[in-house]
């Protein structure tokens, strides 16, 4: 005999008690479920906000504390863009992330590296590896110097 379709409410806290998951991404994950189209997502969507088990901005945190380690602002704030964060709520998380990248982007290069190349060459390769992380040039610069967030001056 077989088991009864999943409930589209049934998805959505599935996908929910797994991770965080911004509005735009759940709506796109149940949009291929929706028996009654569109409107049925909104108002899933929306009763899922007002029971605060949606929530943009503990999306938003979890995303930055799951990619803080391994990526700049750049790549951060993209990623929280492309998710639908926008506005002033992410005009408040660029300024958080900005209080310390340097000392992100100099962790990174050390687990990575851990000592400055030689020739030029190494060199720009440390900085398009930090670049592409999505690091700040003044951010690559610091950890290039050998700058230490820890130490006091």
């Known amino acids: 005999m077989p ?3 999943i409930s589209l409410k049934a998805r959505a806290l599935r996908l929910l ?27 899933l969507l929306n009763w899922l906000e007002q029971n ?19 990526y700049g602002n750049s790549r951060i704030v993209a990623e929280l863009q492309s998710h639908g964060i926008g506005g002033e709520a992410l005009q408040e998380l660029k300024a958080g992330l900005a209080e310390d990248e340097v000392a992100r982007c ?9 000592a400055v190349a030689e020739d030029a060459e190494g060199r720009s390769k440390q900085m398009r590896f930090l670049i592409g992380r ?15 967030p820890d130490e006091e001056y």
């Open 17 to 43: 008690s797994t991770r965080e998951h911004s509005r735009l991404e759940l709506g796109r994950k149940l949009a291929r479920y929706a028996e009654e189209g569109e409107e049925e997502v909104e108002a």
């Open 134 to 148: 999505g690091f700040s040039q003044r951010a690559v610069k610091a950890a290039m110097r050998g700058y230490d």
């Open 52 to 70: 605060k088990w949606l929530s943009q901005e503990r999306f938003s945190e979890s995303l930055i504390h799951r990619r803080a380690a391994r």
């Open 106 to 114: 100099c962790e990174v290069w050390r687990r990575k590296f851990g």
């Open 3 to 5: 088991l009864p379709p």
